[in-house]
């Protein structure tokens, strides 16, 4: 079993020294799904929802949570990001709506947090804009889908949920 990067040798918590790591380009793709009753899920597509556009604003708190990462996750370096996309991809059949966050970046270390924070975020920008209308809505399936760049390359989901 690999040791833990985050513990020195004292077993105490240390943020992971990335000084002597070669900077490289780096991406990582995430994914949540926010599953709703059929009427929440019509409002946010006609864009009937009394606090105003549900998806536009999910995406700016996404591509906002993502450039503060390290201000929520406490071993997450400051990461100044390149490039950060937040979208969203209705399905009607399960009024669901499932998002998608890109992250790029070149540097020592990865961002597969940032884009986990990124979906995260908007997926409970979702709820709390239509929680008055439907307090069933369920925020499940966050997920790492891809990343690549770094020591450990490239890695891709095989199973999409």
Request: glycine share 4%; net charge positive; charged share 25%.
């Amino acid at each position: 079993m690999p040791s833990f990067t985050h513990i020195d040798e004292k077993g105490r918590v240390c943020m992971v020294d990335v000084t002597k790591k070669e900077s490289t380009n780096r991406t990582a793709i995430a994914q949540g799904i926010v599953i709703m009753n059929p009427a929440t899920f019509r409002m946010i597509k006609s864009q009937k929802v009394k606090k105003g556009n549900v998806l536009e604003t999910a995406r700016i708190a996404g591509i906002m949570a993502a450039k503060k990462t390290s201000d929520l996750i406490p071993m997450c370096h400051p990461l100044n990001l390149t490039h950060v996309a937040v979208d969203f991809f209705p399905d009607e059949s399960s009024s669901s709506i499932r998002i998608e966050s890109s992250v790029k970046i070149f540097a020592r270390t990865g961002i597969e947090m940032e884009a986990l924070t990124a979906v995260s975020v908007a997926a409970l920008t979702i709820y709390d804009m239509c929680k008055s209308y439907d307090r069933e809505i369920v925020i499940s399936n966050i997920c790492l889908l891809e990343k690549d760049g770094g020591k450990s390359g490239k890695f891709v989901r095989t199973k999409k949920k």
